[in-house]
């Protein structure tokens, strides 16, 4: 009598191969995807508290692209030339207008609304340096009267306010907080799945 042994090691670590891949495949994007929504949550917050321009307000100005298996990147964007009159709720008076910059109400002197541009604030003046003859400049606009072009003097772009310092910082510190604990998670998920 003779005994003759097999063994099918090799399709085994191809099957354990198979599954962890297939665990990675699952749990990675998903880890990724929900560590970027934690992020512009906490990015959303830090924008409200420096800028005073609410979440909703700034989530108009953001797109997302979700990270898949075959391309493990997630990411956000900021986009737009400019915020809206309501980010800056505008009111005319005698002196100028008057609007709210970083959650301050600021008076924006010779500036008017333009409404068939949006309720647009406008002004005489350009970007760059101070009026010679007033001596009138705020957040880099100088104001002016009678042959200056008109102007819109606000600067303030959705991307500036997304990648400024408080706000990446505050999107990092979540992400460096929660990523372990996020993987950990969806890796358990996946391997329930499976």
Do not use: C
Not at 60 to 80: F, H, M
Not at 121 to 128: D, E, K, L, P
């Amino acid at each position: 009598m003779r005994l003759k042994f097999t063994d099918n090691l090799a399709k085994v670590e191809a099957d354990l191969d198979a599954w962890a891949q297939g665990i990675r495949d699952v749990a990675i994007p998903r880890a990724l995807n929900t560590l970027r929504d934690q992020a512009q949550v906490a990015g959303l917050r830090a924008i409200n508290e420096a800028y005073a321009i609410g979440p909703r307000t700034m989530q108009a100005y953001l797109r997302g692209k979700s990270a898949t298996a075959g391309d493990p990147q997630a990411n956000i964007e900021a986009s737009g030339k400019t915020f809206g009159p309501a980010v800056y709720r505008p009111v005319e008076t005698r002196q100028g207008t008057v609007v709210t910059i970083k959650g301050k109400r600021v008076l924006l002197p010779h500036a008017f609304v333009v409404a068939a541009f949006g309720e647009r604030v406008m002004a005489r003046g350009a970007f760059g340096g101070v009026n010679k003859a007033s001596g009138e400049s705020r957040y880099g606009f100088a104001f002016g009267r009678g042959r200056f072009p008109i102007a819109s003097p606000f600067t303030l772009r959705p991307a500036h306010v997304f990648g400024a310092q408080a706000t990446t910082d505050a999107m990092d510190a979540r992400v460096a907080e929660q990523a372990a604990s996020v993987l950990a998670r969806e890796i358990g998920a996946a391997k329930r799945g499976f």
